[in-house]
Structures are given as structure tokens and as C-alpha cells.
């Protein structure tokens, strides 16, 4: 079992920052993939930004320049973040951190809220 606490959401303006962070209950060494997704009212919760174990980093075509995904590397847990530069009102979502065990299961945080205003 997994336990993901996310903070660092609340509302800005366009053109803001904001700065997400993920607490896992789990050492780096036991976490492969982590990542951020979002979700808006009506629609399918979509990736944002991946990490995989070896440090390989995807970002959403939306976010790319923009966005920037980071982990530590803390042995006792793991810590996942998540700079968003440049928000624009259309990055408005539930934000969700992600973890998957190496050879086990995914998890998934409870959500934060991020709210852009034009």
C-alpha cells in the first residue's frame, strides 16, 4: 500500500505559478513511474507530465515549456513535484499524483484543486 498526499494547489492568474508537491510512502527505491494527471468536469482524467525510474521525462504537448516535473531522492519517501509556469485558464483541472510500485500495483493521490483565472 501506497499513501499520496498532494499540496500546493489554490488559485492564480494567468501568467502564475504554481507548485504542486506529492508525498509517497514509499522509499525511491520501491517507486518506479511517477506522474501527474488532470481532470475537469465531463472529461477523462488526462497525463500531464511522466517520470519513469530511469529519469525519462514525457510532458503533455500543452504543458511542454511550461510545466516541469521533478522527484527527490529522499530514502525515506518519495517526493514528486510539479512547477506550472505560464498557466493559462484552460489548465484549470483537479490535479492527481500518480505512483506505480515497481513490479506492483498503481496509486493514486486524493486531488488538488488548481484554478487559473483570466
Known amino acids: 500500500q501506497v499513501q499520496l498526499v498532494e499540496s500546493g494547489g489554490g488559485l492564480v492568474q494567468a501568467g502564475g505559478s504554481l507548485r504542486l508537491s506529492c508525498v509517497a510512502s514509499?522509499?525511491?527505491?520501491?517507486?518506479?513511474?511517477v506522474g501527474w494527471y488532470r481532470e475537469t468536469p465531463g472529461n477523462q482524467r488526462e497525463w500531464v507530465a511522466i517520470?519513469?525510474?530511469?529519469?525519462?521525462?514525457?510532458?503533455q504537448d500543452s504543458v511542454k515549456g511550461r510545466f516541469t516535473i521533478s522527484r527527490s531522492r529522499d530514502n525515506a519517501k518519495t517526493m514528486v513535484y510539479l512547477q506550472m509556469n505560464s498557466l493559462k485558464p484552460e489548465d484549470t483541472a483537479v490535479y492527481y499524483c500518480?505512483?506505480?510500485?515497481?513490479?506492483?500495483?498503481?496509486?493514486w493521490g486524493q486531488g488538488t484543486q488548481v484554478t487559473v483565472s483570466s
Open positions: 500518480y505512483a506505480h510500485l515497481i513490479g506492483g500495483d498503481p496509486y
Open positions: 517520470m519513469a525510474a530511469d529519469g525519462t521525462i514525457n510532458y
Open positions: 514509499r522509499n525511491r527505491f520501491s517507486i518506479g513511474v
